[in-house]
């Protein structure tokens, strides 16, 4: 069985791709977000990953983005922080954290 994830692709206004995730990323899923990532990239240039909704990252989701680190920008809870942190991956790709109380940062990273 599969663990609840919902990813919605969208372009920003300046024609960027936009991943937003919410839910949780494992082993079960994580294929899922490979995909949205790769099909977000096709254009080339930077993605942004949303993952301010994301409650949950494992190693499987782990792997899938240091995958993708080379392109990827991402918007992260501060939930998230020690899992990024620890695992090396702010090193290689953009990370923002954004506080539970702050705007959605869909607007401010357009």
């Given at each position: 069985m599969s663990t609840p994830l919902t990813l919605t692709t969208a372009r920003r206004p300046d024609g960027g791709a936009l991943v937003t995730a919410a839910?949780?990323?494992?082993?079960?899923n994580s294929g899922s977000l490979d995909a949205a990532l790769d099909t977000a990239?096709?254009?080339?240039?930077?993605?942004?990953?949303?993952?301010?909704?994301?409650?949950?990252?494992?190693?499987?989701?782990?792997?899938?983005?240091?995958?993708?680190?080379?392109?990827?920008?991402?918007v992260a809870?501060?939930?998230?922080?020690?899992?990024?942190?620890?695992?090396?991956?702010?090193?290689l790709a953009t990370v923002h954290l954004t506080s539970p109380d702050a705007a959605q940062p869909g607007a401010d990273h357009a």
């Open positions: 839910g949780e990323i494992d082993m079960s990239h096709e254009n080339g240039g930077k993605v942004v990953l949303d993952l301010t909704a994301v409650e949950y990252l494992d190693s499987a989701g782990l792997s899938v983005l240091f995958a993708h680190a080379d392109h990827l920008e991402l809870p501060q939930l998230l922080e020690p899992v990024l942190t620890l695992s090396g991956l702010p090193e």
